[in-house]
């Protein structure tokens, strides 16, 4: 089922999420719809905020589908490690129509687990690297604003209160 992504505005976004301590089958449900939920947005990450549930889980298909080893979910993330530096362009679900270009960790270690509960430790690296620091970011209340100037950040909240005016947001 495709779940309703939720827009900069929304409280659940600014909150820190919460550990995940049932791994049931609604869990696995929510996995699903979150993946069914991102590919049809479409996107490569999705954290469980975006969708109004304030609990620590992410999905992410860098490969866009491509690769089936690489659709993973993460509960209760934990980055462990970040190494190097990228700068490129990065878009968020919850603030549809706007880009930037962000500094994010070139690799990172993440710690976590699967939706069995098992323990699971990603070396990720690249796009897979600034999606996991972008979904951990939701996670921790943060939105990819935060790492905008706050001229910039000022700016492109104007644009969204017109837009919300509008009746477009």
């Known amino acids: 089922m495709i779940l309703k992504i939720v ?15 049932s791994f ?34 992410f999905v992410m298909d860098c490969s866009t589908e491509k690769d089936s080893r690489r659709k993973i979910a993460v509960i209760n993330p934990v980055i ?14 919850s603030v549809p129509g706007f ?3 962000l500094r994010r960790p070139r ?8 939706v069995e509960g098992n323990a699971l430790v990603l070396e990720v690296k690249d796009l897979e690297a600034r999606c996991v620091s972008h979904e951990v970011d939701h996670l921790n209340g943060k939105l990819l604003l935060v790492h905008l100037s706050p001229l910039k950040r000022d700016m492109v909240e104007r644009k969204i209160r017109k837009r919300i005016k509008r009746g477009d947001w």
């Open 80 to 93: 462990e490690a970040e190494e190097g530096e990228q700068v490129g362009q990065e878009g968020c679900l």
């Open 7 to 21: 827009k900069y505005g929304d409280p659940v976004l600014a909150k820190p999420a919460e550990q995940v301590t």
């Open 107 to 114: 690799s990172a270690v993440v710690r976590g687990q699967d």
């Open 24 to 57: 049931d089958r609604e869990l696995h449900q929510l996995v699903e719809d979150m993946f069914e939920t991102m590919y049809a947005a479409p996107g490569v990450g999705l954290a469980a905020t975006q969708v109004g549930i304030g609990k620590r889980l």
């Open 99 to 101: 880009y930037f270009d």
